[in-house]
């Protein structure tokens, strides 16, 4: 079990002389992005957890912490799919680095000058996927 910590006095910074500021940077910055990589772990470990235990979806309380992993579905669009629907149409939001210009796309659709079907040929491109949102406080005393 890892050891835990308590709540970290913040340091405020003293020095102002960019050869103090660069070398002092270079370093919280490599323990911050070595916290990161760690956190990062520790967020899937506790993803599996939850789900191995099929708490998803709820309030989890231990030791003070309030954790839950929200399980939603979400749409996303698959550009690639899109483009070819875009081409066959003949639909003009494509641009130079084939991309789709969703802005143009959107003003097109409410002012109704996309042909019906290449909307539900659009509609097709809609892929779901499962989004996890993982939650930790502290609960208050």
């Known amino acids: 079990m890892m050891e835990r910590e308590q709540k970290m006095p913040r340091k405020k910074i003293e020095t102002e002389t960019l ?13 911050c992005n070595a916290l990161k990589k760690l956190v990062a772990e520790l967020n899937d470990k506790v993803k599996t957890a939850i789900k191995a235990v099929k708490q998803e979806n709820k309030d989890i309380i231990i030791d003070g ?31 130079q680095k084939e991309y789709v210009d969703f802005d143009e796309l959107e003003r097109l659709m409410y002012s109704n000058k996309i042909d019906q079907e290449a909307v539900l040929a ?8 499962a989004r996890e949102t993982l939650r930790c406080t502290k609960v208050k005393e």
């Open 19 to 31: 050869e103090d500021l660069v070398p002092l940077y270079g370093w919280k910055n490599s323990e």
């Open 65 to 95: 912490w309030k954790c839950s992993l929200t399980v939603s579905e979400v749409d996303k669009m698959n550009e690639d799919k899109l483009l070819e629907v875009c081409h066959t149409f003949n639909i003009p939001v494509i641009k």
């Open 122 to 129: 659009m509609d097709a491109c809609n892929e779901k996927s």
